[in-house]
T-cell receptor
Framework: GAVVSQHPSWVICKSGTSVKIECRSL??????MFWYRQFPKQSLMLMAT?????????EQGVEKDKFLINHASLTLSTLTVTSAHPEDSSFYIC?????????????FGPGTRLTVL | DAKTTQPTSMDCAEGRAANLPCNHS???????VYWYRQIHSQGPQYIIH???NNETNEMASLIITEDRKSSTLILPHATLRDTAVYYC????????????FGKGTLLTVNP
């Protein structure tokens, strides 16, 4: 099956620093990747849609200057949390869309737990 | 996309079938029913999807009522590793591939 990886799996950083999270599709090319955020005991919330070679589309209420998304290749999208604060502590999950023939599905990475001190 | 309603939680004995219901009474004709699950602290995992016919794969079966207003995900022989939050999502299978996650059902499989 289609495999999506994320790196790092967890990160702890100091308030004010920036953190980059990578999302890779390992065995397929993904023109579209998605970034979600999940707070404890809550459901996943879509943050942005990332399209290879173009600017990301952010959901309402998500600050694009704070959550920088780069989708430079068909297998890699990165999310950078700039000037992180404790309220940005969350579980960040990416997914990649596979579109091949009649197959049009979305596969998720294992997630990255960010803790901002 | 149509809204779905699921029970907050369910319990199931190990080895028995787990039947997870989902209500989607406002579903439209071109919307599919998707099921994902999320084991604690992991990313969601695709399980199955269907339009109007019942579907079965190696993980589960999906039963959709004739009027398509509700569906049931069936795990035929639940194991402890099936303990997870199960999400029922209704969406159009098109180019705008957004998934809107509700609260889902926490299925706890007990030994």
């Amino acid at each position: 099956g289609a495999v999506v990886s994320q790196h790092p799996s967890w990160v702890i950083c100091k308030s004010g620093t920036s953190v980059k999270i990578e999302c890779r599709s390992l065995d397929f090319q993904a023109t579209t990747m998605f970034w979600y955020r999940q707070f404890p005991k809550q459901s996943l919330m879509l943050m942005a849609t990332s399209n290879e070679g173009s600017k990301a589309t952010y959901e309402q209420g998500v600050e694009k200057d704070k959550f920088l998304i780069n989708h430079a290749s068909l297998t890699l999208s990165t999310l950078t949390v700039t000037s992180a604060h404790p309220e940005d502590s969350s579980f960040y999950i990416c997914s990649a869309r596979i579109l091949a023939g009649v197959l049009n599905e979305q596969f998720f990475g294992p997630g990255t737990r960010l803790t901002v001190l | 996309d149509a809204k779905t309603t699921q029970p907050t939680s369910m319990d199931c004995a190990e080895g028995r079938a787990a039947n997870l219901p989902c209500n989607h009474s406002t579903i439209s004709g071109n919307e599919y029913v998707y099921w994902y699950r999320q084991i604690h602290s992991q990313g969601p995992q695709y399980i199955i999807h269907g339009l109007k016919n019942n579907e079965t794969n190696e993980m589960a079966s999906l039963i959709i009522t004739e009027d398509r207003k509700s569906s049931t995900l069936i795990l035929p022989h639940a194991t402890l590793r099936d303990t997870a939050v199960y999400y029922c999502i209704v969406r159009v299978a098109g180019s705008n591939y957004k998934l809107t996650f509700g609260k889902g059902t926490l299925l706890t499989v007990n030994p």
